[in-house]
């Protein structure tokens, strides 16, 4: 997928600070921040269309690699090299050294209470995340009629095989890629 000319300049600098922002945010990943990040790039600076910025996370997510590989894609289709290393920075470095220090502060302190309350709230948040995440990414589908049921089907069955099986969410990522290649959803 190659950069396209946007009609609004881009700031490299705005791009790499809300990115950096959104990083101290994306405790379940960088995946739960996607609507702020569509909230930024189509509806605030209109640099992505809304089938841009849906074309890219699903492009990086059928790639192979880490998860984060979206956050790439979306800067490079803002504004090619310079805009992939902006918001991969952006994303990238605050929490990578949030990470390192908390780490070793609570690998010290473990068996704190506050260490333990705290690794217990955090797990509401990051399911509240991941369905907005969600919602976001099936909205597309949900508003054409042909889609609604088979996309309220698929994402049915997957919070029931997620809350009642050991099956890896990788089984149902790749179940999902197979229906939708075959027209199914």
């Known amino acids: 997928m190659s950069a396209l000319p946007t009609l609004v300049p881009v700031d490299l600098w705005s791009l790499f600070l809300h990115f950096l922002t959104l990083s101290l945010l994306a405790v379940g990943g960088g995946i739960t ?3 702020e990040m569509h909230r930024y790039l189509v509806d605030q600076t209109g640099w992505l269309s809304d089938t841009q910025f849906t074309s890219s996370i699903a492009l990086a997510q059928a790639a192979p690699g880490p998860n984060i590989l979206f956050v790439a894609v979306l800067g490079w289709n803002v504004a090619g090299l310079p805009g992939a290393l902006a918001t991969m920075g952006g994303m990238l470095l605050p929490s990578t050294v949030l990470v390192i220090g908390a780490t070793r502060w609570a690998r010290a302190n473990r068996e704190h209470v506050a260490v333990r309350a705290f690794s217990a709230g955090l797990t509401p948040l990051t399911l509240g995340l991941m369905l907005a995440t969600g919602w976001l990414l099936a909205q597309p589908y949900l508003s054409q009629p042909l889609h609604l049921a088979s996309t309220l089907a698929l994402m049915a069955a997957t919070i ?3 809350l009642k099986t ?4 990788v089984w149902m990522v790749l179940a999902g890629g197979v229906l939708g290649t075959l027209g199914i959803v």
Not at 166 to 169: C, E, F, N
């Open 33 to 35: 921040t996607a609507p």
């Open 160 to 162: 029931v095989l997620t």
């Open 166 to 169: 050991r099956l890896g969410l």
